[in-house]
């Protein structure tokens, strides 16, 4: 059976009931998840300009945006709600994938949802099964397709939002397939935008362009059903692999199962190491004598800056993030970050001792940790962010990142509403 | 100076009254042509359901929607108008970029212009460094990017519609070359998409792209300006080819100057052959023994039906479209080419009398035509689509085209309004 016909085929077969409990549970958790960083983002200016963009559009009221109490249309909620959930970029990551599922799917599904007075029960059913396509056809695309400059987060996203939304209106496996091919020719996004308002406004046109080519569809729109992987199709013309053992197991096993969330406000090439220095807790900065950090030699170039003098600069330091983790500071709250961290003496002075040195032996996503003591003890820990961790440890993680960024009340009631499956308008105004 | 940097200044800084008119009058000539083919394309199947999408999200009346009286989102308008106007697919070509420049461009400025209440000079102006964008990136990408299957009308274009859209908001080099840069992670279109719905819309995604675009930038916007041409940018990871030559003499030669125009309702591998056959008319079909046809090889499995039943079959066939043109069928009304005509016996008869031949000395835009007479004589004829017109043979043409699709009033009133640079405004008015 063609890639396309097995997504499509999942997509509207699947029934709700039928949704194992764990990967439920994992959606919910995301969900909090991407309502805490997405309601933590809406003052970026990425997300206020699209927000405005909309807001100046204006349209049939369909849809609630996060940081604003005006409903727009369903395409322009997604597409602003996408970009606001992925400006601080501090939503979740699928490695496998290479891509960030919820801020792409979510809001699509989020939008159309609302828009059709759907329950939080099918809400959530049809935004796993967006991530889980999006996870599949990011696997099948490839890292070919990352490395040569594609963005899974928005390509393989774009279609992952598609099978949400064409779900949320109904499609059988026919117009999910159209969807699929219709998307082939309007899914887009370049790496070539990280470090501008391009990479977040990927996400959001990811979430645009699946509820669009949904709605066509719906609306009767015929596309080739099959250009997402025949001849000069999306897959073909846009550096693909190809993997189809991207597609096995498909219903059966949820790859959504190993989404890893971010539990630092930091790149994600600094959390292994946090999660290891956590092990060590507390540490008396006083008596280190060293930090030596074994990393994988991708993270070389992207997060060892040695001496940062801003708030943007120490996301990217192992330097800096071990001695603020060391120090008490709550390396989950955005505002940690800040120039006075890098020039606080005390930072200066612990960061000067961390030693960091590459290892292809090491995973990507992980690290090793060692602390050499004055008085001669070594403390030793690593941490695999692929590491297995049990829902209720994550749920938990989860809260406390989401208290950090929200406050107590917010975040309680917020998992309340997911927790409950809220109709999807009642949790979208707990967004505004 | 980088690709961005040319495109960029020659967008925000070639002034209105220094465009040539020769230029200009070619452009007013495809205004024309665009409107009367937009107009008769609206109650295509695909102009309903793009344009009923956005009458149902609604929005702030900015621009008017061909065949409708609603106004809508200058974005939205954009969306729905491109993709009216290809529906037929019976508008503007241009060879060397390899795609349709009006259909992306036109839609585009015209929305931003009514928009934004302004004049026809500046809505031309816009248009034209629009279109001329376009086919320049066109070229730049190169066949290799048609190749591999990406459709120059949709990527090329969202850049060109971009431009149109940033001159008529004011935008300066800067500005210009950011949208560029955010269009990089936004352009997208397949070819794959031919024969289905999608191939009109990919116009429509082009003007829509080119649309919001720019108006992200005009409200601050930051992306990687760099995007179009940078590693990993638009072009590298689009199989583009990235042939620099084709900015040359930028601003001082117009490469749309070139730009072909259908006159006949069909295929356009069939064009230069009724066009040579024109010249040999008025023929009598019953003393017609044979008719040979010479041509390019790549046209023998596109547009060599022999027998087709349908009025779709019929734009697809050497033999039908000679017969038609032969026994008085105006092969520029849309209505010619009926399953009716292909079951007429004397159609059928002299078709059959057709002989087409490959020969790959022909160019693409010629052909060889030969009519052996019963009684001995032979007539030859032959014509290039890029053979030199004058403006005045081609206004007449394209007049004669808008009269047959539109009728003698409503065709005389829109070169009126065009003539005379009308308000954006009322000429859209007219499109209604």
Sequence with gaps: MSITQQIAEFTSETATPQIPAQALRMMQLSFLDWAAVAIAGRDEPVARITREMVLDEGGTPQASL???????????????????SHALDY??????????????????????????????????????????ASIRIGVWLGRNHYQTGFHQTATAGAFGAGMAAARLMGLDAQGCAMVLGLLATRASGLKSQFG????PFNAGLAAANGVEAA???????????????????????????????????????????TISHKFHACCHGLHAVLEAGLTLAPLDAQVIERIEVTTHPRWMTVCNQMAPTTGLGAKFSYGTVLAMQVLGHDTAVLSSYSDTVCADPTVQGLRARVHVTADDSVA????????????????????????????????AKIQTKARSLLGEDRATALWSLIAAQADAGQFADGLK
Excluded: Y
């Design 66 to 84: 996060i940081g604003h109490q005006t409903r727009v249309p369903a395409r322009a909620a997604a597409l602003s709600n996408g970009t606001t």
């Design 364 to 395: 990507e996503t992980a690290t090793r940790l060692r602390v050499v003591l004055r008085d001669g003890p070594v403390l030793t820990a690593s941490h695999d962010l692929n590491a297995p961790m049990t829902l209720d440890a994550r749920q």
């Design 215 to 257: 709605t066509l569809v719906a609306r009767g729109f015929i596309a080739n059903p099959d250009a997402l992987e025949s001849a000069q199709g999306f897959g073909p013309t846009h550096a693909g692999e190809q993997i189809t053992s991207a597609l096995q197991g498909l219903g059966q096993q949820w790859l959504f199962d």
């Design 91 to 132: 939503d979740d990551t699928h490695f496998a994938h290479i891509g960030h599922p919820s801020v792409a799917v979510i809001p699509a599904a989020l939008a159309v949802a609302e828009a059709r007075g759907i329950g939080g029960a099918d809400l959530q059913a049809a935004a796993l099964i967006g991530v889980e």
């Design 196 to 199: 501008t308002m391009g990479k």
